[in-house]
């Protein structure tokens, strides 16, 4: 899903390979399993303010993480959002001043290396 307001492009997704149980129960919501990235209007040099968001695995983020330095794109937080979740989900924050194609080519990069694999919590 994608909006366009206010000047900014967001595009909406989600991880739906996790199967997230929080506090015993089986989740199906977005707000679990998200990922979300935006495009704030560019400037004349065609280079705009980009963020992305996404729900990671505990044991992808040194792999995601190295995958946007690498890009020049920084990791601006890695936290979690729920307790009591299986699998353990964290989430992370990135950000770059650039071209939003550019961006998005980029992020699909890193985040080529998230699993696809079904991962089900218990």
Not at 1 to 22: A, E, F, Y
Not at 59 to 67: A, D, K, P, Q, V
């Amino acid at each position: 899903m994608h909006t366009s307001q206010n000047g900014v492009c967001t595009v909406m997704k989600s991880r739906t390979n996790i199967k997230p149980v929080v506090l015993g129960r089986r989740g199906n919501s977005f707000l679990l399993v998200p990922q979300m990235f935006s495009f704030e209007s560019m400037t004349k040099d065609g280079r705009a303010l980009c963020s992305g968001e996404t729900v990671i695995l505990q044991s992808e983020i040194n792999r995601f993480t190295s995958r946007l330095r690498r890009h020049g794109i920084k990791v601006t937080a890695i936290h979690n959002h729920w307790l009591f979740d299986s699998p353990r989900l964290m989430f992370m924050h990135w950000e770059s001043i650039d071209n939003p194609v550019a961006f998005a080519r980029k992020t699909k990069d890193a985040l080529s290396v998230l699993t696809t694999r079904v991962v089900r919590g218990k």
